[in-house]
């Protein structure tokens, strides 16, 4: 089968893979969307050459598995897990969820990780109602969900973006959103982080400088999730800036995505009743992989960027 796999000097490139053995708990999925995640693009260099990329894929289960776990043949699944660049993957069960009629194959491709992450560092967090919740790079994939997960959670949002232009973006995107009607709590979107009050918890996704900043915002007794470094800066801490007087403040490496299938069905459920809006920024061929990687490095694209697989049908998709 056809896959897009590391190649020298960190590029992807086409080659012809084996087909995936499915072991008794997995189901072997025909896919039809693989979502880029930055991550992914960052790293592929690290991988051994030869590695079928990617994580994030959304399509249909051609083999249920034979332990009779997971979905059946036929359903409409969305995927986390390694070589979701491919034709057909084999993943665990534990890794798959059905998607809801209400939700097209696309944007259930752009969901694993990043509202995985979301959700995941949210919870990690402990943000009460009422609490205030930074979130840096807001107006990126992860950032996006973090803050609509936020604010139903109850808490005060403070949505950071690197520019006023994704500040406007963000703040048109979250307008139409049912988390911005009759909810307690609110979002406020801001460029940078000058004159941020303190916070009680902050979700940050850009590292370097952003991140000294941002932990410098925590209140004693608070917490900052760091779930990304985008920016590709060091962090340099002040001298004594890593403890508090009073309640302890905490700082925490993210990287829970372990045995999703729970949450990601929660979360397409969101998104199938309009709870949570997940933004595609660009949609085509897997051909067109190079001209997608650059757009996402430069920042040029917000939302996921969505690679088709195949022949599937042009987005926005029909289905039963």
Not at 18 to 44: C, K, T, W, Y
Not at 108 to 121: I, K, Q, W
Not at 217 to 224: A, F, R, S, Y
Not at 229 to 256: C, I, R, V, Y
Request: hydrophobic fraction near 45%; proline fraction near 8%; charged fraction near 20%.
């Amino acid at each position: 089968m056809r896959a897009l796999v590391s190649g020298p000097g960190g590029e992807g490139r086409f080659a012809e893979v084996p087909e995936p053995v499915p072991g008794p708990g997995q189901a072997l999925v025909e896919i039809q969307h693989a979502s880029v995640n930055f991550s992914d693009l960052r790293h592929m260099g690290r991988l051994p050459q030869g590695t079928v990329l990617g994580y994030d894929a959304a399509g249909v289960v051609v083999r249920a598995a034979e332990d009779g776990t997971g979905p059946g043949v036929g359903a409409r699944v969305a995927a986390f897990g390694a070589g979701a660049w491919a034709e057909r993957a084999a993943f665990d069960t534990g890794s798959l969820a059905q998607v809801p009629d209400q939700v097209d194959l696309v944007r259930a491709a752009a969901l694993p990780m990043a509202g995985l992450t979301a959700l995941r560092s949210l919870r990690a967090a402990g943000p009460a109602p009422g609490s205030r919740v930074l979130v840096t790079g807001a107006s990126g994939a992860v950032g996006r969900l973090a803050v609509q997960l936020a604010r139903r959670s109850g808490a005060h949002v403070i949505a950071s973006a690197s520019r006023p232009e994704r500040a406007h973006q963000l703040t048109a995107a979250l307008a139409g959103t049912p988390e911005e009607r009759g909810r307690p709590g609110g979002v406020e979107v801001v460029v940078g982080l000058d004159g941020v009050e303190p916070v009680d918890v902050a979700i940050e996704t850009v590292g370097g400088p952003t991140l000294v900043t941002a932990w410098a915002l925590v209140k004693p007794g608070g917490n900052l999730q760091s779930i990304g470094w985008a920016s590709g800066e060091s962090a340099t801490f002040p001298p004594n800036s890593t403890f508090s007087l009073g309640l302890a403040k905490s700082l925490n490496s993210f990287g829970d995505v372990a045995a999703p299938a729970a949450d990601l069905a929660h979360l397409l459920a969101l998104v199938a009743a309009g709870d949570l809006s997940v933004e595609v920024g660009r949609h085509g061929p897997w051909e067109d992989l190079e001209s997608a990687k650059a757009a996402q490095l430069d920042g040029s694209i917000t939302g996921k960027i969505i690679l088709k697989i195949g022949r599937v049908p042009d987005w926005p998709e029909t289905h039963p």
